[in-house]
């Protein structure tokens, strides 16, 4: 039996479609191209199965963004099953070239993204932009080994649409980056304590004002002591934060919900 989210991502024709699938995962449709970024499609600790399965997404989806090597971002069973049941491209940064060889694929079907270093694969302007990873208690994540390297190498990522350009953050906190962004359109914001929190993802979308804000990296996997840093979100919190006229632009998903933005004609 074929998911609704599926049947609404084949069916979806205008304007671009929006679906979020759960933590930092979402699908982005816009002639011609589905994209995906950090997908992590498995059901083990979710607090419910993904609304659309590796399996289904495979034959249709284009470019795979991974953001950086976690495996809540960089999921290794979901890469190999959109690795094996499809041909879409892999943009992921440096940390993450180990993984993919582990899964076993190509590396002409891997592209690199390096922070501040624009690219274009298969007709879409990227911006890739650092993402530096919190952990527990507001800090940056120091404890593993090549937490340098990670720092200097993982991404967020601005996708330049028709008319639209949205950013995906990634994994990090409030930079003085972000901050010195323009004319962004459409803000993925992640209100964790080991990301940008409520306060200062208030700070990014005040500053930014974009039409479109959406949290995402809640209410996924089961939250326990330990991991609440991380699996704890706090969107409702985050939109109470917001001005009246940024209330009016967010919008809280459930998974595999469907979310259209039109775009203007000739655009």
């Known amino acids: 039996m074929t998911s609704p989210c599926l049947e609404a991502i084949r069916s979806h ?18 002639k011609p191209l589905l994209i995906a970024t950090d997908l992590d499609l498995v059901s083990a600790e979710k607090l419910a199965p993904p609304p ?12 795979a963004f991974v953001t950086h090597h976690h495996g809540d971002h960089c999921n290794l069973p979901t890469l190999r099953t959109l690795a094996a049941g499809g041909n879409c491209t892999f943009v992921v940064p440096r940390t993450c070239l180990k993984h993919l ?10 592209v690199v993204a390096e922070p501040l270093r624009p690219l274009e694969v298969l007709g879409l302007r990227v911006e890739p932009l650092h993402a530096i990873h919190g952990n527990q208690d507001f800090t940056v994540l120091t404890r593993e080994p090549d937490f340098v390297t990670s720092i200097a190498q993982s991404c967020g990522y601005i996708f330049n649409l028709p008319g639209m350009r949205v950013l995906q953050p990634g994994d990090s906190v409030l930079t003085e980056e972000h901050l010195a ?30 039409r479109y804000i959406f949290p995402q990296h809640f209410g996924t996997y089961e939250v326990t002591d330990r991991n609440s840093f991380w699996t704890r979100g706090y969107p409702d919190e985050l939109r109470e934060r917001l001005p009246q006229e940024l209330r009016q632009r967010y919008h809280k998903l ?3 919900e469907t979310f259209t933005i039109p775009v203007e004609k000739g655009k």
Request: with cysteine; net charge negative.
């Open 101 to 110: 060889e582990e899964a076993g694929i190509a590396s002409n079907r891997i």
């Open 181 to 210: 962004l323009r004319d962004i359109d459409v803000l993925f914001i992640s209100p964790t304590v080991h990301n940008m929190y409520i306060d200062r993802s208030a700070i990014l979308a005040e500053r930014l004002n974009p």
């Open 52 to 63: 659309v399965t590796a399996e289904e997404l495979a034959p249709l989806l284009d470019l």
């Open 254 to 256: 459930m998974q595999g």
């Open 13 to 30: 024709e205008c304007g671009i479609g929006l679906w979020w699938v759960g933590n930092g995962g979402w699908l982005i449709k816009t």
